[in-house]
């Protein structure tokens, strides 16, 4: 199996922890304290332009050309691009890579993990689909996601990518949380 990262194997790379906002300020926390690499990745999730910047430039320099690059969808279909979508696309845009970002689809909306969701392996299969599989097949991918806690959005969005074609997926998020 090719690698897309240099300088890792198959496991599910973590770019760092992340705490929840409501845990942080729960333990008595405020913005003055907040943990720099959680508050990049809610800045990805609320599609600002400088945490999409701060992961694209720490992802950049450790990834192979001629990989694409795919994205955990939303929980809510209509929902498309936001940060992730965005940090593909520097990506891409930064290296011989294609953004795969529109790849794999949510088909019907799920409860936001976040908010107590069902994380189970099952939600995710019967919830999303390949939709572009030109822009993956015969491709070595990462696969990105915001935070990862199961694993089991990832498992489920490699299956289908590996399903449609892939030639192999590497697993990423910008944080692992408990």
Known sequence: MA???RDSDN??????????????????????NYPAHSGHILDV?????????HFADALAGRLHDGIAIAVVPS????????????IAAAL???????????AIVRTKKIEKLAHGGDRSFDVHTASIAVAHPDLIKGR???LLDD???????LKACKEALMDAGANSVQCAALGSTW
């Open 147 to 153: 935070v990862h806690k199961t694993g089991n959005s």
């Open 92 to 102: 891409a845009a930064s290296g011989k890579r294609i953004d795969a970002s529109q």
């Open 75 to 86: 929980h809510d279909p209509a929902k498309k691009g936001g940060g992730l979508a965005g």
């Open 140 to 142: 070595d991918v990462l």
């Open 11 to 32: 496991r599910v790379v973590s770019l760092g922890d992340y705490k929840p906002w409501s845990v942080h300020k729960s333990e008595g926390g405020d913005f003055t």
């Open 3 to 5: 690698k897309v990262f």
């Open 45 to 53: 999730k609320d599609n600002k332009a400088n945490g999409i910047k």
